[in-house]
């Protein structure tokens, strides 16, 4: 079954910077574009940034743009986000979740909590 | 980028009511949106996707519908299980964006 499994997450300071992972399985990494979204405490959903099947297109949201960067590695099954210039806004459940343009996000994975704070 | 609004933002029903939630986005778009289901402490899960496709294994009791710029997520009979947040999202535009969700809560 597909798996999606996050980590990187903790506390940092803002400015700082950290590296989110997100480990996947059951289904061909190498095929499918990757989300992130985020949820900060008590709030809604927010998509963050979205990279294709083969890395050729990236898009993010204008609250990250500049700050994030959304990469993969199709060899190790792997989603990463680099995220610097941390801010206290950035606080959040950071997710991962497959799907393509023009459609749905059709799994998620369990989130990775990411603290910026001093 | 495509507002979402969803109402109401939360709502009390007592097991067995009909529920409906509606959302509306800022533009047309095409009947690109998705339903999502959130409880506390987990991921969200797809329901529905182009408006009112259900996604393989969710009950036959949630159901879609709308066009254009209005949306609408219906539970016919609210079950014990499904007391839990309801997301929209438009995968219209590369700016996917997601409603402020409606938290459906035991009367």
């Known amino acids: ?118 | 980028d495509i507002q979402m609004t969803q109402s109401p933002s939360s709502l009390s029903a007592s097991v067995g009511d009909r529920v409906t939630i509606t959302c509306r986005a800022s533009q047309g778009i095409s009947n690109s949106l998705a339903w999502y289901q959130q409880k506390p402490g987990k991921a969200p899960k797809l329901l529905l996707y182009a408006a009112s496709r259900l996604e393989s294994g969710v009950p036959s009791r949630f159901s879609g519908s709308g066009s254009g710029t209005d949306y609408t997520l219906t539970i016919s009979s609210l079950q014990p299980e499904d007391f839990a947040t309801y997301y929209c999202q438009q995968y219209y535009s590369t700016l996917w964006t997601f409603g402020q969700g409606t938290k459906v809560e035991i009367k």
């Open chain 1, 1 to 118: 079954q597909v798996q999606l499994v996050e980590s990187g997450g903790g506390v940092v300071q803002p400015g700082g910077s950290l590296r989110l992972s997100c480990a996947a399985s059951g289904f061909t990494f190498s095929s499918y574009g990757m989300h992130w979204v985020r949820q900060a405490p008590g709030k809604g959903l927010e998509w963050v940034a979205f990279i294709r099947y083969d890395g050729s297109n990236k898009y993010y949201a204008d609250s990250v743009k500049g700050r994030f960067t959304i990469s993969r590695d199709n060899s190790k099954n792997t989603l990463y986000l680099q995220m610097n210039s941390l801010r206290a806004e950035d606080t959040a459940v950071y997710y991962c979740a497959n799907g393509e343009i023009a459609a749905p996000f059709d799994y998620w994975g369990q989130g990775t909590l990411v603290t910026v704070s001093s």
